[in-house]
């Protein structure tokens, strides 16, 4: 759909017009963790970067965690929660199967006009979500989109397994996407996945395949499982061939990229791909040290983190990538 001004065609695209985030107050650190499990402060921040995770209460859910992330989003964007006309949650971990945990939230922020729904695509999540919600906004479906990444990790971590329980955190990041019309907004998303690949990060227990029992519970089914090491090798080739052709077809340099808001699973993984590119660390986001992985929260918080610090302005070319279970690995350009 095109909006004509002055004779010339607009291109209509959606724009984000407000970031917001919220991680939980407790706070678990590499020392802490040394005390639970066989592994030290050295070997999590050497292999991973991460110095510090955020854990949930037992009684704080995911919903909770959107809603205090949207709310600053709808403060930044100057909206009330009344004109928001879809509310998208990207998330593994939701406070039950059903209803969603989009639905949840709805009551939680008195959204009524909202429709709701939750998109799965793990650490991927939040640029599916943010595909989805563009498109939605580019056909005319919908004009104020709520989109948040929020995951409760901790609890679906086998804290007995030192090679997955240092790796991930709890948190949410929320954005409002508006329908805007001119050069700056969404410019491009990219989604890709190879389910071939699906034992690679898996959390097996709980779905139809392996409904929750007694056995279920005796073989951990019930908690994420990672092929750690094959996983890392094809991030780093995966992540680089993405960026590169996201810029490609979108006829951007990569000398014009401000900003690059990667998903933040491992800092070792986040430099091999900038080393590739040859893209300084300072237009790199990373905040993984203070979060460890929040899978789909943890590009929106990141994002939320640079516009708040003023790190990237008006115009300038900003991209986002992930990947993660599925696998599924997607890029999202923007012209802020
Ligand atoms: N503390 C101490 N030692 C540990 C450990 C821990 N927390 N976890 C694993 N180890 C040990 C292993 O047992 C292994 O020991 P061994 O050689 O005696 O068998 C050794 O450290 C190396 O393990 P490996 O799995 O090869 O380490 P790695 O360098 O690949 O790092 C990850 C592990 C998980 C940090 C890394 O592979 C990774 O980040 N993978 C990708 C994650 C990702 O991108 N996921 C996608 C999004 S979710």
Known sequence: MRVFQGG?????????TGTGSYAPENVLTNFDLEKKVDTSDEWITER???????????????????????KKALQAAHLKPGEIELIIVATMSGDMPMPSTA???????????????????????????????????????????????????????????????????DGAGAVILEKTTGQRGILSTRLFSDGNLWDFIC????????????????NKLHFI?????E???????????????????NNIKLSELAMLIPHQANLRIIKATA????????????NLERYGNTSS????????????????????????????????????????
């Open 203 to 218: 959390l097996p227990g709980g779905g139809s395949q392996y409904p929750p029992s007694s056995k279920t519970l005796k």
């Open 297 to 336: 929260a943890s590009i929106p918080i990141a994002l939320d983190e640079v516009v708040r610090k003023g790190r990237i302005k008006k115009n300038d070319y900003v991209l986002l990538e992930a990947f993660g279970a599925g696998l599924t690995w997607a890029s999202a350009l923007i012209r802020w």
């Open 103 to 169: 639905s949840l939230l709805q009551k939680k922020l008195h959204a009524k006009n909202a429709a709701a729904f939750d998109l799965n695509a793990a650490c991927s999540g939040f640029l599916y979500g943010l595909s989805v919600a563009d498109n939605f906004i580019k056909g005319g479906t919908f004009r104020k989109i709520l989109l948040v990444g929020a995951e409760v990790m901790s609890k679906f971590i086998d804290w007995q397994d030192r090679s997955t329980c240092v790796l991930f955190g």
């Open 231 to 249: 996983t890392f090798k094809i991030a780093v080739r995966t992540l680089e061939k993405l960026v590169v052709d996201t810029l490609r077809k």
């Open 8 to 16: 010339k065609r607009l291109p209509l695209r959606s724009r984000i």
């Open 48 to 70: 991973t970067g991460i110095k510090e995770r955020r854990i949930a209460r037992d009684t704080e859910t995911t919903s909770d965690l959107c809603l205090e992330a949207s």
């Open 225 to 229: 499982k990672m092929k750690g090491n």
């Open 275 to 286: 080393e590739r590119l040859n893209l300084p660390m300072s237009k790199v986001a990373v």
